[in-house]
Protein backbone atom coordinates (compact mmCIF):
# COMPACT_ATOMS: atom_id res chain seq x y z
CA UNK A 1 0.00 0.00 0.00
CA UNK A 2 1.89 3.16 -1.15
CA UNK A 3 6.06 3.30 -1.25
CA UNK A 4 7.57 5.42 1.66
CA UNK A 5 7.12 8.91 1.79
CA UNK A 6 10.67 10.54 1.68
CA UNK A 7 11.35 12.10 4.98
CA UNK A 8 7.66 10.96 6.77
CA UNK A 9 9.96 9.94 9.68
CA UNK A 10 10.70 13.44 10.04
CA UNK A 11 7.01 14.63 9.10
CA UNK A 12 3.27 14.48 11.42
CA UNK A 13 1.05 12.78 9.74
CA UNK A 14 -2.84 14.49 10.37
CA UNK A 15 -5.61 12.17 9.98
CA UNK A 16 -8.58 14.28 9.31
CA UNK A 17 -12.27 12.64 9.91
CA UNK A 18 -15.89 13.76 9.47
CA UNK A 19 -17.12 14.33 13.26
CA UNK A 20 -17.88 17.89 13.93
CA UNK A 21 -15.14 20.44 14.46
CA UNK A 22 -16.31 24.06 15.58
CA UNK A 23 -12.91 25.62 17.25
CA UNK A 24 -11.28 25.54 13.98
CA UNK A 25 -9.27 28.51 15.20
CA UNK A 26 -7.94 26.22 18.22
CA UNK A 27 -7.57 23.22 15.91
CA UNK A 28 -5.36 25.30 13.19
CA UNK A 29 -2.88 26.90 16.52
CA UNK A 30 -1.98 23.13 16.46
CA UNK A 31 -0.95 22.38 13.28
CA UNK A 32 2.73 22.41 11.94
CA UNK A 33 4.35 24.01 9.15
CA UNK A 34 5.33 20.18 6.75
CA UNK A 35 2.54 18.02 8.47
CA UNK A 36 1.38 15.68 5.76
CA UNK A 37 -2.53 15.82 5.65
CA UNK A 38 -4.46 12.67 5.19
CA UNK A 39 -8.83 13.20 4.60
CA UNK A 40 -10.85 10.46 5.07
CA UNK A 41 -14.36 10.94 3.02
CA UNK A 42 -16.08 13.84 4.55
CA UNK A 43 -13.30 14.87 6.49
CA UNK A 44 -13.22 16.55 3.33
CA UNK A 45 -15.71 19.19 4.55
CA UNK A 46 -13.03 20.76 6.37
CA UNK A 47 -10.83 21.80 4.21
CA UNK A 48 -12.19 25.34 4.17
CA UNK A 49 -12.23 25.44 8.25
CA UNK A 50 -8.76 23.86 8.57
CA UNK A 51 -7.45 26.27 5.88
CA UNK A 52 -4.84 23.30 4.58
CA UNK A 53 -3.87 21.49 1.08
CA UNK A 54 -4.93 17.75 1.73
CA UNK A 55 -1.71 15.50 0.69
CA UNK A 56 -3.86 12.49 0.08
CA UNK A 57 -7.80 11.53 0.26
CA UNK A 58 -9.05 8.07 0.94
CA UNK A 59 -12.44 6.39 1.10
CA UNK A 60 -15.99 5.34 -0.20
CA UNK A 61 -17.36 8.83 -0.78
CA UNK A 62 -20.65 7.50 0.28
CA UNK A 63 -20.65 10.63 2.29
CA UNK A 64 -19.19 13.05 0.59
CA UNK A 65 -20.52 14.82 -2.38
CA UNK A 66 -18.14 17.97 -2.80
CA UNK A 67 -15.79 18.09 -5.60
CA UNK A 68 -13.06 15.55 -4.88
CA UNK A 69 -9.36 17.06 -4.21
CA UNK A 70 -6.61 17.36 -6.72
CA UNK A 71 -4.56 15.37 -5.22
CA UNK A 72 -3.83 11.70 -4.79
CA UNK A 73 -7.01 9.76 -4.16
CA UNK A 74 -7.23 6.30 -3.09
CA UNK A 75 -11.25 4.80 -3.66
CA UNK A 76 -12.38 2.21 -1.12
CA UNK A 77 -14.95 -0.30 -1.70
CA UNK A 78 -18.30 0.73 0.50
CA UNK A 79 -18.12 -2.79 1.56
CA UNK A 80 -14.81 -3.12 3.72
CA UNK A 81 -13.93 -4.48 6.81
CA UNK A 82 -11.72 -0.98 8.20
CA UNK A 83 -13.23 2.15 8.35
CA UNK A 84 -12.14 4.81 6.26
CA UNK A 85 -9.83 6.80 9.17
CA UNK A 86 -8.48 3.02 10.07
CA UNK A 87 -7.40 2.36 6.36
CA UNK A 88 -5.84 5.76 6.27
CA UNK A 89 -3.65 5.01 9.64
CA UNK A 90 -2.64 1.77 8.17
CA UNK A 91 -1.56 3.75 4.90
CA UNK A 92 0.39 6.18 6.54
CA UNK A 93 2.03 3.63 8.77
CA UNK A 94 3.38 1.83 5.73
CA UNK A 95 4.57 4.92 3.88
CA UNK A 96 7.15 5.42 7.39
CA UNK A 97 5.12 8.00 9.77
CA UNK A 98 5.73 7.55 13.22
CA UNK A 99 3.80 10.72 14.77
CA UNK A 100 -0.01 11.47 14.43
CA UNK A 101 -2.32 14.23 14.91
CA UNK A 102 -6.34 13.03 14.92
CA UNK A 103 -8.68 15.52 13.80
CA UNK A 104 -12.22 15.48 13.35
CA UNK A 105 -12.15 11.86 14.44
CA UNK A 106 -14.52 11.80 18.11
CA UNK A 107 -17.80 13.35 18.59
CA UNK A 108 -21.31 12.46 17.05
CA UNK A 109 -21.93 9.25 16.24
CA UNK A 110 -20.51 6.67 19.32
CA UNK A 111 -20.10 3.63 17.40
CA UNK A 112 -17.54 6.24 15.11
CA UNK A 113 -15.66 7.41 18.22
CA UNK A 114 -15.17 4.34 19.28
CA UNK A 115 -14.22 2.74 16.41
CA UNK A 116 -11.62 6.03 16.29
CA UNK A 117 -10.21 5.16 19.81
CA UNK A 118 -9.78 1.40 18.02
CA UNK A 119 -7.53 3.86 15.65
CA UNK A 120 -5.23 5.67 18.28
CA UNK A 121 -5.13 2.13 20.16
CA UNK A 122 -4.09 0.21 17.11
CA UNK A 123 -1.07 3.31 16.60
CA UNK A 124 -0.22 2.76 19.98
CA UNK A 125 0.56 -0.81 18.87
CA UNK A 126 2.53 -0.02 16.58
CA UNK A 127 4.66 1.62 18.58
CA UNK A 128 3.43 5.26 17.31
CA UNK A 129 3.38 8.57 18.70
CA UNK A 130 -0.99 9.80 18.40
CA UNK A 131 -3.13 12.28 19.73
CA UNK A 132 -6.42 13.54 19.37
CA UNK A 133 -7.89 16.82 19.69
CA UNK A 134 -11.62 17.42 19.81
CA UNK A 135 -12.98 21.20 20.47
CA UNK A 136 -12.28 20.29 23.78
CA UNK A 137 -9.63 17.95 24.53
CA UNK A 138 -6.86 16.23 23.43
CA UNK A 139 -6.56 12.35 24.03
CA UNK A 140 -3.65 10.32 23.51
CA UNK A 141 -2.82 6.40 25.06
CA UNK A 142 -0.45 5.87 27.79
CA UNK A 143 1.85 2.35 27.83
CA UNK A 144 5.32 2.38 27.44
CA UNK A 145 5.79 6.08 28.53
CA UNK A 146 5.07 8.26 30.71
CA UNK A 147 3.14 11.19 29.53
CA UNK A 148 2.69 14.63 30.77
CA UNK A 149 0.14 17.30 31.70
CA UNK A 150 1.14 20.90 31.26
CA UNK A 151 -0.87 23.08 34.05
CA UNK A 152 -2.44 25.36 30.96
CA UNK A 153 -5.02 22.05 30.88
CA UNK A 154 -7.67 23.06 33.10
CA UNK A 155 -8.45 19.63 33.73
CA UNK A 156 -7.31 15.65 32.84
CA UNK A 157 -9.08 12.48 33.25
CA UNK A 158 -7.21 8.99 33.27
CA UNK A 159 -9.61 5.92 32.77
CA UNK A 160 -7.97 1.88 31.58
CA UNK A 161 -8.60 0.86 28.10
CA UNK A 162 -8.20 -2.95 29.40
CA UNK A 163 -9.79 -4.67 31.93
CA UNK A 164 -6.92 -4.02 34.21
CA UNK A 165 -3.96 -1.72 34.38
CA UNK A 166 -1.55 -2.07 36.98
CA UNK A 167 1.42 -0.29 37.83
CA UNK A 168 -0.51 3.11 37.60
CA UNK A 169 0.82 6.48 38.31
CA UNK A 170 0.09 9.66 38.53
CA UNK A 171 2.21 12.23 40.33
CA UNK A 172 2.03 16.30 40.54
CA UNK A 173 -1.57 15.93 40.90
CA UNK A 174 -4.22 16.79 43.03
CA UNK A 175 -5.59 13.48 43.08
CA UNK A 176 -2.26 11.22 43.51
CA UNK A 177 -1.74 7.51 42.58
CA UNK A 178 0.90 5.38 43.09
CA UNK A 179 1.27 1.71 42.12
CA UNK A 180 -2.40 1.67 41.43
CA UNK A 181 -4.45 -0.42 39.53
CA UNK A 182 -7.13 0.89 37.50
CA UNK A 183 -9.88 -1.09 35.60
CA UNK A 184 -12.19 -0.45 33.12
CA UNK A 185 -15.44 -0.95 35.24
CA UNK A 186 -14.38 2.20 37.63
CA UNK A 187 -13.79 5.43 36.37
CA UNK A 188 -11.68 6.29 39.31
CA UNK A 189 -9.53 8.69 37.37
CA UNK A 190 -11.78 11.38 36.69
CA UNK A 191 -11.52 15.14 36.53
CA UNK A 192 -8.14 15.44 37.96
CA UNK A 193 -5.79 18.86 37.87
CA UNK A 194 -2.21 19.42 38.01
CA UNK A 195 -0.53 21.09 41.16
CA UNK A 196 -0.01 25.06 40.90
CA UNK A 197 3.08 25.22 38.63
CA UNK A 198 3.72 21.63 38.15
CA UNK A 199 3.40 19.41 35.49
CA UNK A 200 1.62 16.01 36.30
CA UNK A 201 3.33 13.12 35.28
CA UNK A 202 1.34 9.70 34.35
CA UNK A 203 2.24 6.15 34.04
CA UNK A 204 1.42 2.40 33.82
CA UNK A 205 3.87 -0.75 34.10
CA UNK A 206 1.04 -3.08 32.69
CA UNK A 207 -1.94 -2.14 30.68
CA UNK A 208 -2.71 0.57 28.53
CA UNK A 209 -4.27 3.96 29.75
CA UNK A 210 -6.78 6.60 28.24
CA UNK A 211 -5.28 10.34 28.78
CA UNK A 212 -7.90 13.03 28.17
CA UNK A 213 -6.29 16.83 28.91
CA UNK A 214 -9.23 19.84 28.70
CA UNK A 215 -8.98 22.44 26.69
CA UNK A 216 -11.95 24.00 28.31
CA UNK A 217 -13.87 23.33 31.62
CA UNK A 218 -17.25 21.23 30.49
CA UNK A 219 -20.32 20.74 32.39
CA UNK A 220 -21.62 17.86 34.16
CA UNK A 221 -19.75 15.50 35.83
Known sequence: MGSLTPSASQRRCVLVGGARISRYDRIRDLLREGDFYIFCDCGLDHLAGLGVTPD?????????????????????????????????????????????????????????????????????????????????EILQVVSRQSAFVDPEFSYF?????????????????EYPLENAELTSEYPLGISNRTLPGRTAEVSVEQGRLLLMKGLTPLPGG
Open 56 to 136: LAVGDFDSYSGPRPETEVILLPREKDDTDLLFAAREAVSRGFTDFLLLGAFGGRLDHTLGNLAVLMFLDTEGKTAQAVTDY
Open 157 to 173: SVLSLEPRSQGVCIRDA
